[in-house]
């Protein structure tokens, strides 16, 4: 698997479709294929559900850096409809499908967490991974 040309792809996707996107995606050059394919699925995940409920404006924000010398933080950050989130679509985002449910098991198998929620007017998927 070829990690930083599937990031591209997800960028392009997230271009096509009006987003424009920042992308500071570090640190994930040595990570084990193990790590390196959950790093792949959250981001798709996240991609997906940005193309699916997102508003076609604004940036989403694709980032990971290390927290310590120990713990890998990828975040994914997107627009949010003006305004409080509605409670409704909250809940329903967060029960609905494989997505979140799958994102937070596959990150559970290393030891990690998943939270995904409104934040500062965006929606954010942020996962921590520990690296050993």
């Known amino acids: 698997m070829d990690l930083p040309a599937r990031l591209d792809e997800f ?18 050059e040595e990570l084990p294929r193990s790590l390196e394919l959950t790093v792949l699925r959250v981001v798709q995940e996240s991609v997906t559900n940005i193309l699916k409920h997102a508003p076609r404006r604004g940036t989403v924000r694709l980032t990971s850096q290390l927290e310590g010398a120990d713990r890998l933080v990828l975040c994914i950050a997107s627009p949010m409809d003006e305004g409080e989130p509605r409670r409704d ?11 979140l449910a799958g994102m937070r098991e596959r990150v ?13 007017g965006c929606w954010v998927v942020r996962a921590e991974l520990p690296l050993r």
């Open 108 to 120: 559970a198998v290393f030891g990690g967490t998943l939270t995904a929620g409104p934040l500062g």
């Open 11 to 28: 960028e392009a996707r997230l271009h096509a479709a009006g987003f424009a996107v920042e992308r500071s995606l570090t640190e994930l």
């Open 89 to 99: 679509r909250v809940v329903v985002a967060m029960a609905s499908g494989f997505g």
